[in-house]
């Protein structure tokens, strides 16, 4: 059966919501087409000039003024104050939301309120002596029966056992999570594991090199490099490895920089210093020079930060 009809071919569609559609037939005429389910205010007829605008509603005239009742809903008043509060829920919901997405593609608001998160949480693991160290170095010592570790400096972990103090391991570690999570989470990480599973973290350690080094021109060196970056105990291994070669006086500045550096704690005192009790052993337990030859600014007022 043959179609006496065609449906026509639109080419360009304007809606006008509420009323119908402006379009454009193919022969290049302009037509409005009624949108039949439009529901227009009552006693208005449908407008075919596409040309004025929609129709609008007529307003309610104003009635009498009326007292709301006990029962009737309490009308909420906008105040700046309730605006404000509007304001910092939805800016904490964001924060939130966006904190579930990877570090290192959160906006830069988000990433500073996650860091300080992460920050709070590393510190509270350390004690004094760390804190001190993390405040003033942006690294810190860990100590326990795997020797000395040091956390803070990605890809440059370094470590000191206790059989072998004389030789500085460099380690790279780094989480499943990396670049995922704040780098103060990391540190988080590595502290923990090495005080409940310190075999798991050096089974994974990657090393990258051992220094052993003899040679009393680069102890030196590397011992005034410690002195001026003001990192006590990565002094106190090269002056015990400086003074242990040359038999100088750099043994008695590393019996001294020790006991200062335990007064930074006063609770993990006793611990720190029977961790480094083999310094004494290296040096015959006597002390020549009672003065050291350089004076640590992070042990100034000793009291005021081990309380």
Same mark, same amino acid.
Do not use: K
């Given at each position: 059966?043959?179609?006496?009809?065609?449906?026509?071919?639109?080419?360009?569609?304007?809606?006008?919501?509420?009323?119908?559609?402006?379009? /454009?037939?193919?022969?290049?005429?302009?037509?409005?087409?009624?949108?039949?389910?439009?529901?227009?205010?009552?006693? /208005?007829?449908?407008?075919?000039?596409?040309?004025?605008?929609?129709?609008?509603? $007529?307003?309610?005239?104003?009635?009498?003024?009326?007292?709301?009742?006990?029962?009737?809903?309490?009308?909420? $008043?906008?105040?700046?104050?309730?605006?404000?509060?509007?304001?910092?829920?939805?800016?904490?919901?964001?924060?939130?939301?966006?904190?579930?997405?990877?570090?290192?593609?959160?906006?830069?608001?988000?990433?500073?309120?996650?860091?300080?998160?992460?920050?709070?949480?590393?510190?509270?693991?350390?004690?004094?002596?760390?804190?001190?160290?993390?405040?003033?170095?942006?690294?810190?010592?860990?100590?326990?029966?795997?020797?000395?570790?040091?956390?803070?400096?990605?890809?440059?972990?370094?470590?000191?056992?206790?059989?072998?103090?004389?030789?500085?391991?460099?380690?790279?570690?780094?989480?499943?999570?990396?670049?995922?999570?704040?780098?103060?989470?990391?540190?988080?990480?590595?502290?923990?594991?090495?005080?409940?599973?310190?075999?798991?973290?050096?089974?994974?350690?990657?090393?990258?090199?051992?220094?052993?080094?003899?040679?009393?021109?680069?102890?030196?060196?590397?011992?005034?490099?410690?002195?001026?970056?003001?990192?006590?105990?990565?002094?106190?291994?090269?002056?015990?490895?400086?003074?242990?070669?040359?038999?100088?006086?750099?043994?008695?500045?590393?019996?001294?920089?020790?006991?200062?550096?335990?007064?930074?704690?006063?609770?993990?005192?006793?611990?720190?210093?029977?961790?480094?009790?083999?310094?004494?052993?290296?040096?015959?337990?006597?002390?020549?020079?009672?003065?050291?030859?350089?004076?640590?600014?992070?042990?100034?007022?000793?009291?005021?930060?081990?309380?």
């Amino acid at each position: 059966m043959a179609l006496w009809w065609t449906v026509p071919t639109f080419e360009h569609v304007e809606v006008w919501p509420g009323r119908g559609f402006l379009v /454009t037939l193919t022969d290049g005429q302009v037509e409005f087409v009624r949108d039949l389910d439009a529901r227009l205010p009552a006693g /208005t007829d449908p407008d075919r000039r596409f040309w004025n605008p929609p129709p609008t509603p $007529r307003r309610a005239e104003p009635g009498p003024r009326h007292r709301p009742g006990r029962l009737d809903p309490p009308r909420h $008043r906008i105040t700046r104050r309730s605006a404000d509060r509007a304001t910092e829920a939805i800016a904490e919901y964001s924060i939130e939301r966006d904190q579930q997405l990877p570090y290192h593609v959160q906006d830069p608001r988000t990433r500073a309120h996650t860091s300080d998160r992460a920050r709070n949480l590393l510190t509270s693991l350390l004690d004094h002596r760390q804190r001190r160290e993390f405040e003033c170095l942006g690294h810190f010592w860990v100590h326990g029966t795997f020797g000395s570790v040091r956390l803070g400096r990605l890809y440059d972990i370094v470590h000191r056992s206790l059989e072998r103090p004389d030789i500085e391991r460099r380690l790279c570690v780094v989480t499943r999570a990396h670049a995922q999570i704040p780098p103060d989470d990391e540190w988080t990480s590595m502290v923990l594991t090495l005080a409940h599973d310190p075999d798991r973290f050096f089974r994974v350690a990657n090393l990258r090199r051992e220094i052993a080094e003899t040679e009393v021109r680069h102890l030196r060196d590397a011992l005034h490099g410690a002195c001026r970056l003001g990192d006590p105990q990565h002094a106190i291994f090269l002056a015990t490895d400086l003074g242990s070669v040359t038999g100088g006086r750099e043994l008695d500045d590393a019996q001294y920089w020790t006991r200062s550096h335990a007064e930074l704690d006063a609770r993990t005192r006793d611990r720190y210093l029977a961790h480094h009790v083999w310094i004494d052993r290296r040096s015959g337990g006597t002390t020549r020079w009672p003065v050291p030859s350089f004076d640590f600014a992070m042990h100034r007022n000793v009291g005021s930060v081990a309380s």
